[in-house]
């Protein structure tokens, strides 16, 4: 039986419905998903690294990102009936496909903090992983993660590139690689791996978990903003200085613009999307 049922009403209400306390403070359930996204992500992979005894790193990275991404997430909210319970604005619905793995993540940090990490943990192993999630089945399921990032590049018209930052050894002698996934010229995301492939998809999964909260979200669209009204700006200086060649316009660059230019990124194409995913499927 819950302790504070205050904490339960409070997961289950959307940000839409814009209620408020006596002081002004928003009532929604943003700062129990930023709680139980994090106690998720512990009992997760504390039930996945002793059911996995021996598996590698990368393996249990894999196996866990398939549980706590935000496809999952909705199916479990529905499955135990919170898509029933959630208060939210009508309008709000159907453009927020996030809204039921969210509550999920704000019921689990209710649960945590109304009954503490032990009997939080009982609830995942006993409510949620025994009669909904086959370990066995997910861990050889194939999610490309890549291939989701770059779809949603490509439908919000944000570039995107991935870099390998580091190549080195383990114990073992087997080569380890790091790549880094940025967004508009942001780091987005990083992910080790014994390939890099590997690497890349563990760094597209970080990624695809940083988009969906509201302060790297804000930060890109800010940038994008900045982008935007600088385009504007030169065009207009183009349509004043029409024959300013553009070798003559570097020369009236100030030095401090030319040594701090941000690097070029890479536009990625739909056509270079099907040739990475066929290469990926191939390999």
């Known amino acids: ?19 408020r306390t006596e002081k002004g403070r928003p009532i929604n359930n943003e700062r ?33 990102s ?4 935000r496809e999952t997430l909705n199916k479990l909210a529905v499955e135990i009936g919170l898509d ?4 939210y604005s009508a309008r ?44 066995d089945k997910l861990s050889r399921k194939e999610v490309n993660f890549k291939s989701k990032l770059i779809e949603w590049s490509q439908k919000n018209k944000v570039q995107i590139s991935f870099e390998l930052i580091e190549q080195c050894f383990d114990k073992d002698n087997n080569p380890v690689f790091q790549s880094e996934v940025l967004i508009e010229g942001l780091s987005c995301g990083t992910g080790t ?8 998809q563990n760094a597209a999964d970080m990624a695809l978990r940083r988009l969906k909260t509201s302060e790297f979200r804000t930060k890109l669209s800010e940038l994008k903003a900045a982008q935007k009204s600088a385009d504007a700006q030169q065009v207009d200086t183009d349509m004043v200085n029409p024959d300013l060649s553009v070798d003559s316009a570097e020369e009236h660059l100030p030095a ?28």
């Open 256 to 283: 401090a613009i030319e040594t701090t230019d941000p690097p070029i990124i890479e536009d990625i194409t739909p056509a270079t999307e099907s040739e990475e995913i066929k290469k990926e499927t191939n390999e």
């Open 66 to 69: 398939k549980i706590v991404q």
């Open 32 to 64: 129990l998903e930023f709680l139980g996204d994090a106690i998720l992500d512990a009992i997760v992979a504390d039930i996945v690294f002793k059911y996995f005894e021996g598996k590698r790193e990368g393996f249990l990275t894999n196996t866990r």
């Open 92 to 135: 709000s619905s159907s453009h927020n496909s996030y809204m039921y793995g969210n509550a999920f993540e704000a019921f689990i940090g209710a649960i945590y903090l109304d009954r503490g990490y032990r009997d939080c943990k009982w609830f995942i192993e006993k409510k949620i992983f025994e009669p909904f999630i086959d370990l």
């Open 193 to 200: 791996g014994y390939s890099k492939k590997e690497s890349q």
């Open 1 to 19: 039986m819950p302790h504070d049922i205050t904490l339960y009403n409070q997961a289950l209400m959307h940000k839409s419905i814009s209620q």
């Open 84 to 87: 029933k319970l959630i208060k």
